[in-house]
Every structure is written in structure tokens, then in C-alpha cells.
């Protein structure tokens, strides 16, 4: 099975911290990503990363930076947390063949609290 | 404006019945996803619809896709209160080599005994 870990399922920071949350998956996958999920609005992907040290941004990807060093490690840095950015925070991966159906496997999430 | 709208957003039924939640998009896609969130908990993977036509079925559950439409349903057949739970449709709209989802916003369902 597939498995998705992320560094914290609660954080609680205060304004102007930097903020790091950790994702790692053990199946090899090419592709991972962060999403923040808030009530009403769905998923929005903040960034995304296809190989090792690329990334490309999401829909909202201000505020944020990450890093992806080794392929099974996929970080994202809120470089001065706000509290707008109070949120959860989910971290998925996937094999990155999407013409045969790619699935995205998630973590179990952190819920992020930004006082 | 790319979108993809669930509708209802809110289902409370009683078990034992039926009902469909769609999903509407507004683009041109062939590759829809479904997936379930449980209270509290992250999303698992429900279907993977890949072209025009395509049906799913796993329990009570039965999820199509019509590309002409721009339209996904899952229907529950039957409901029992462990489909609880807040489900998603997303519409892949990238290339092969650089793909991307966007997401509904849920639909929460609440299945009543």
C-alpha cells in the first residue's frame, strides 16, 4: 500500500514564524503535492513537484515556498505565517502516469493554526 | 474561468434510499476522479473515470461520465449510514506531462438510520 506521511497532524504557530511541514511517500512516485482545504472551497493546490528539485506553482502559491531535495521528500515553508493561512494542510502523491489514471494518494493532513 | 461544481454541497437522506450528486466542469476533460473524505480524516480514492462513457461501480456506488456534457454523477443505491461522508469529484485538465486537478468543492453527505 501506498503510504503518505506528514510531519504533524496539529501545529499551532504564531504570526511572522516560519513555518515548515514535512511530506514523505515510500512508493516511489514522480509527482507530489500540497493542497490547503478550507470549508466550502474544496482543494486548491498551492504547488506541485515533478522530479526532484522542480516545482511549479498552483493556484495559490503566495505566501508559500517548497523544496524537494530527494525524490521521497516534498516540503512546504510558510516563509512568515499569517493568520489567513490557518488551514488544513494536505500532501499527496502520485506515479505521474495520468493517461492510464492517476490516482493522488493522500496524508492524513495537518491542521495548522496561525495565532 | 475553470471550474468544477458539485452539486447539492449538503445530502441528508434516509437510509435505504437513492440519489445521484453531480458534478459539473467547464472545461474540456476526459479523466474525472472521485474521491471520499470521512470526518477528520485525509481523502481516499473512490473512482477514476477515463473517458466518455466510462462507469464505475463498487458497492453501492456507481460513478459515469459524460465528456460531451462536461458532467459526472455518483449515484448511491440503497444508502447505508457508512457512506457518510464528504465526497469529491476532480477534473484533470493538464497535459500528460504536466498535469493538474481542480477540485469540487464537496459534497457532504449525511446518511440518517
Known amino acids: 500500500d501506498v503510504k503518505v506521511t506528514q510531519s504533524s497532524r496539529y501545529l499551532v504557530k504564531r504570526t511572522g514564524e516560519k513555518v515548515f511541514l514535512e511530506c514523505v511517500q515510500d512508493?516511489?512516485?514522480?509527482?507530489m503535492f500540497w493542497y490547503r482545504q478550507d470549508p466550502g472551497l474544496g482543494l486548491r493546490l498551492i504547488y506541485f513537484?515533478?522530479?526532484?528539485?522542480?516545482?511549479e506553482k498552483g493556484d495559490i502559491p503566495e505566501g508559500y515556498s517548497v523544496s524537494r531535495e530527494k525524490k521521497e521528500r516534498f516540503s512546504l515553508i510558510l516563509e512568515s505565517a499569517s493568520t489567513n493561512q490557518t488551514s488544513m494542510y494536505l500532501c499527496?502523491?502520485?506515479?505521474?502516469?495520468?493517461?492510464?489514471?492517476?490516482?493522488?494518494?493522500f496524508g492524513p493532513g495537518t491542521r495548522l493554526t496561525v495565532l | 474561468e475553470l471550474k468544477v461544481e458539485q452539486n447539492p454541497l449538503f445530502l441528508s437522506m434516509q437510509e435505504g434510499k437513492n440519489y445521484t450528486i453531480y458534478c459539473n466542469y467547464s472545461t474540456t476533460s476526459d479523466r474525472l476522479y472521485w474521491y471520499r473524505q470521512d470526518p477528520g480524516k485525509s481523502l481516499e480514492s473512490l473512482f477514476v473515470?477515463?473517458?466518455n462513457g466510462a462507469v464505475k461501480q463498487e458497492g453501492r456506488l456507481m460513478a459515469s461520465l459524460d465528456t460531451k456534457a462536461r458532467l459526472s454523477t455518483l449515484h448511491i443505491t440503497a444508502a447505508v449510514h457508512d457512506l457518510s461522508a464528504t465526497y469529491f469529484c476532480?477534473?484533470?485538465?493538464?497535459?500528460?506531462?504536466?498535469?493538474?486537478?481542480?477540485w469540487g468543492a464537496g459534497t457532504k453527505l449525511i446518511i440518517k438510520p
Open positions: 499527496a502523491s502520485s506515479s505521474g502516469t495520468p493517461s492510464l489514471g492517476d490516482t493522488q494518494y
Open positions: 513537484s515533478y522530479d526532484v528539485k522542480m516545482k
Open positions: 473515470l477515463l473517458s
Open positions: 512508493m516511489d512516485h514522480e509527482n
Open positions: 476532480a477534473v484533470d485538465i493538464g497535459l500528460d506531462s504536466n498535469y493538474q486537478l481542480i
